[in-house]
């Protein structure tokens, strides 16, 4: 079971905006260890976004993030085909100096 | 730039151990900490430990602290990952992970968000 959670399951016609939501706790949620990882079928995760709502070079910029105190969220606005994957938050957890993931969302283009 | 290449595929028997090793190239791993991530099949990622190779400092998920181990070599271009007493739960991919720098200057050092991965190892754990 995942320390962070995540709704199993997203989807969305093209066009629309899909948000994916991630609840943890008090000694992982933070403002600036949250990140989002992408996954497509049988590759390796993919950095989306780091600190809660920064791009890094590169990530489309239909992606999102925010945060409201120990819950995150991930936006995708103008949902494309090729959007369809495995969405991960993940997050810095102070108590065990390591990385806590999310259970991963599928997120479907209808 | 940074690239990380894992070793092949792995079959085992269960009760017994696998190493796997991760190569940098492009460039060392220095002041970066490398991380193991594991997925078994149709699951979350899980976070298994770090090192960092210029010290050897280690930290490992309380979950596998007994039966894991990650070490690196003087080079600080390849980390070697071994899981001891295979069981059948350990059948997954298995990826090394580390940050590509770009956001240096963000995040403590432990902290960096991992943007640059391994190819992934397929380990399958049989009896």
């Known amino acids: 079971q995942s320390v962070l959670t995540q709704p199993p399951s997203a989807s969305g016609t093209p066009g629309q905006r899909v948000t994916i939501s991630c609840s943890g706790g008090?000694?992982?949620?933070?403002?600036?260890?949250l990140n989002w990882y992408q996954q497509l079928p049988g590759a390796a995760p993919k950095l989306l976004v780091h600190?809660?709502?920064q791009r890094p070079s590169g990530a489309p910029d239909r992606f999102s993030g925010s945060i409201s105190g120990t819950s995150a969220s991930l936006a995708i606005s103008g949902l494309r085909s090729e959007d369809e994957a495995y969405y991960y938050c993940?997050?810095?957890?102070?108590?065990?100096?390591?990385?806590?993931f999310g259970g991963g969302t599928k997120v479907t283009v209808l | 730039q940074m690239q990380l290449v894992q070793s092949g595929a792995e079959v085992k028997k269960t009760g017994s151990s696998v190493r796997l090793s991760c190569k940098a190239s492009?460039?060392?791993?220095?002041?970066?900490?490398l991380h193991w991530v594991r997925q078994a099949p149709g699951q979350a990622l899980e976070w298994m430990g770090w090192?960092?190779?210029?010290?050897?400092?280690?930290n490992y998920a309380r979950s596998l602290q007994a039966r894991v181990t990650i070490t690196g070599d003087r080079s600080m271009t390849t980390v070697y990952l071994d899981l001891s007493t295979l069981r059948s739960e350990d059948t997954g991919m298995y990826f090394c992970?580390?940050?590509?720098?770009?956001?240096?200057?963000?995040?403590?050092?432990?902290?960096?968000?991992?943007?640059?991965w391994g190819q992934g190892t397929l380990v399958t754990v049989s009896s």
């Open positions: 992970a580390t940050t590509s720098g770009e956001h240096q200057l963000l995040y403590p050092d432990q902290q960096q968000p991992l943007d640059c």
């Open positions: 492009g460039d060392t791993f220095t002041y970066r900490y």
């Open positions: 090192i960092t190779p210029f010290n050897g400092n280690t």
């Open positions: 008090s000694s992982n949620i933070k403002f600036n260890t």
């Open positions: 600190g809660v709502s």
């Open positions: 993940a997050a810095w957890d102070d108590s065990l100096s390591g990385w806590v």
